[in-house]
């Protein structure tokens, strides 16, 4: 069931990406200085997921399924989303949720583990106005619940620079990714909804004290997380958006500006490249991530697909 759903959303979100390639609107009529009429659009699919900025608009037809916009920005920039109006009836329970970050089957993204829930879920119900919330990574989910035929909501969305992004959701295709830690003690992911190749193309993770010198390049280290070193990449992949629950196929760490390390295939729901910084060095890993498409690949990591 679980695996259904998760496939469900994978399947809407790729679906909608190739439907819909490069509609950016805003972005051109910000370049003239026009003010370009925004994206506006009426959400009739439970499971709907929007890249797009833009409004979007929600009438119950009395249904009292649990839906949800699966909110996705560029890997730096966050979510701004304002609640132009609620409209929906507590005592039918009736209820609306913003959620930093995604959740699905219980699963959320960032994870619990690197990203503690505490604040992450605000929930409301009744008539309101203009409530603005702000996502802390490029994912975000509205979450709803309206019983009552013809209650509703209608949300702005805004896509805003962030400057140090931490955790990243990624549902392009393929593209270059570079995690950094900025010296805080903190975990970051990369997650991708779909199976996808991984290769390292920089890291420096761990190396205390030490100006980044090529000199000073240890090479890549494998199985760092086993020697008890506390900083180190985690490539792995798993079947639920939680990244703390992935199979790890590697544990990395060292100074490499150039290494050369085998492309890892990671035949998974999910593929996800996690940093986990102690707080003593400033670390950063580069990686190319791309959709994995061509069975003829031999994966070097398989999920076990629940039945
Ligand atoms: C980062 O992850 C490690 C290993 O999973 C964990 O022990 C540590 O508490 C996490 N750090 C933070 C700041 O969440």
């Not at 939680?242 to 390390?261: A, F, K, M």
Request: proline share 4%; glycine share 8%; hydrophobic share 40%.
């Amino acid at each position: 069931m679980k695996v259904v759903l998760l496939l469900a959303v994978l399947c809407v979100v790729q679906c909608t990406t190739l439907a819909s390639p490069l509609s950016t609107p805003l972005f051109l009529g910000d370049q003239l200085g026009f003010r370009a009429k925004r994206n506006s659009r009426v959400i009739e699919e439970c499971m709907l997921v929007g890249l797009d900025e833009g409004t979007y608009f929600y009438k119950s037809r009395g249904t009292g399924d649990v839906c949800g916009v699966f909110l996705a920005s560029q890997p730096d920039q966050v979510v701004h989303v304002t609640f132009d109006f609620v409209d929906v009836d507590c005592e039918a329970e009736g209820l609306v949720s913003f959620v930093d970050g995604w959740e699905l089957n219980g699963a959320v993204f960032p994870s619990e583990e690197d990203f503690p829930l505490e604040g992450r879920f605000h929930e409301f119900c009744g008539k309101l106005k203009k409530k603005v919330f702000i996502s802390s990574q490029n994912a975000a989910v509205i979450q709803y619940r309206v019983p009552k035929r013809g209650d509703g909501f209608k949300i702005t969305v805004k896509f805003v620079k962030n400057p140090k992004p931490c955790n990243i959701l990624v549902d392009d295709v393929s593209g270059v990714y570079t995690l950094r830690n900025h010296g805080k003690r903190v975990n970051c992911s990369i997650t991708t909804i779909f199976p996808a190749s991984v290769s390292l193309l920089q890291l420096s993770v761990g190396a205390v004290g030490r100006v980044p010198n090529r000199a000073f390049e240890t090479g890549v280290l494998y199985r760092c997380e086993k020697r008890g070193v506390s900083d180190y990449v985690q490539i792995g992949g798993g079947m639920t958006l939680d990244s703390s629950q992935i199979t790890v196929e590697d544990s990395l760490c060292g100074l490499d500006s150039n290494p050369r390390v085998r492309t890892s295939h990671i035949l998974c729901g999910m593929t996800t490249v996690r940093l986990v910084s102690s707080g003593l060095s400033h670390n950063s890993a580069t990686v190319a991530i791309q959709q994995l498409s061509d069975l003829d690949i031999t994966p070097t990591l398989m999920c076990d697909v629940p039945l």
